[in-house]
């Protein structure tokens, strides 16, 4: 069931890589990589800062096939995404909640403190976008919108949480899943967001 | 003493990174990311480059709420950094010689070579700089401005001469710090910088 | 033989690294950085994901001094690049080649799967380049540019062919190198490149 999700999630996130490279008229070549990069970056990124090797994709190569077909899809169906925008935060919603849970486990599974798991959740949760970001040359998106790191970090406690109250992982992976899932949604619909920290003193 | 040194060091690099975030009117999740980032970044890299685990704040995850606070409280006192400058420029050399000599000890302890251990304390030095700059998205200021490199890049070289020359540990931690703290006070007050190199082709 | 072509290449790439770096006017410290990234950045990058410590630059220190010394005469000969511009594309596309073998060669010796060979000779080839317009602040040429990443992927997938028909290690080598040389020479020549994806629906 979650490697279900996982792999939708994968999937999402290769769509959204696709088509922040093609607002940049990156070559096909490009836009796969971009896509890999933000669908596999945050778990790569984890594994790497634990020393939790092999990385997925050296295990599962078959997943970067997954997403490079994924990002070639959506240049064929870009013209579609608009009317598709809906479903589309959807699928990136689950995502973001499937790769923090997966990222706890991880961490919990090497036996590393609460806190590290936590981070783990939300650094697998949300790097891949981040890197995607920096490949395009923009400040990451996911420090300036809405809720969605935020969702990523409660989502992680939550958890623990469960788990710390006895709760047998499969329940607490399908609340964490579902309460997230339904928060980040929320946040998208009313555009909650966290207040903002403006410093104007230029740099000397 | 070294530890509190340290711990004073990522306070500093964590406000340098949360008065950038500001500059980009990030929000409370971004300045506190890229807080952390800043003053976490340099040795994550120097330890993932050699293998150096477990990472210092996956050890430590209490220094990632020491940065995560400083951020916050950084918010707080903002319009007073401008009277603040010349302390937080003080605070700012004194973490980069910290980073330096530990980046340098680091690589000692692992049995590296001379020429890898300057390298660990460069890149534990300046490192967290370079990706508080990517992050903001911008060229990272360390290859451009004023001595600030070259100093670190001095003192883990002066370091290792000194432990070279039979200088107890502590005596050559505490010349290396007094001298680095004391080149790259000068550097900012006399606008010491290295020679430009400019290369005006266009890409074709 | 390849450790010759390896020299060559990481002085290309540096080279390539200090002319972008002199493009922003950074100072002499930052050209070295950029160089050194540039050239030791794809191997560097490989080695982290896989896991492959230590690093060529951590075991070979010299390579470094080779590279920065490769930076600091580009900032010389700078007013000649201009003529020289064919050697130096021929030079450049030798790198990647060698690059790309060497990848691959990593993986395999690791015991690592068929399509992780592939990714290694890939990420050894482009991601140097990669780093180096992110510290530059700007999109990865070889997201946009004629083939080359292609190329890097295509050598890659060459050499294995070659391994698995039983040819020796030398003869797929050479066979390698001198196919995908020529191939990319080809593609400067007649701007051979892959198909754009334009997307202009702006992010909400």
Redesign the interface.
Known sequence: MLLTLYLIGITAEAMTG??A???????????V??ACVTAMGGG?IRD????H???V??AH?EY??LTAMAALVT?WV?PL??RLRMLFLILDAMGLMVFTVIGVKVALDMG??A??AI?SGLITGIFGG?IRD????????????ELY??VS?GAACLYLLLLHWQSPVWLATAVTLAAGFMVRLLAIRYQW???????????D
Do not use: I
């Not at 490279?21 to 836009?31: E, H, I, S, T």
């Open positions: 696709a088509l490279a093609g607002r940049l008229r990156m070559d096909l070549f490009g836009v990589m971009v790569s790497v800062l634990l020393g090797y092999p990385l994709w050296v190569p970067l096939a240049t870009a995404m608009r590393l403190a806190p590290v981070l981040v920096l490949l395009c040359n923009r400040v990451p998106l996911v420090f300036q919108k790191a935020v970090l967001h966290l207040p903002r920290f403006h410093y104007n003193v230029p740099e």
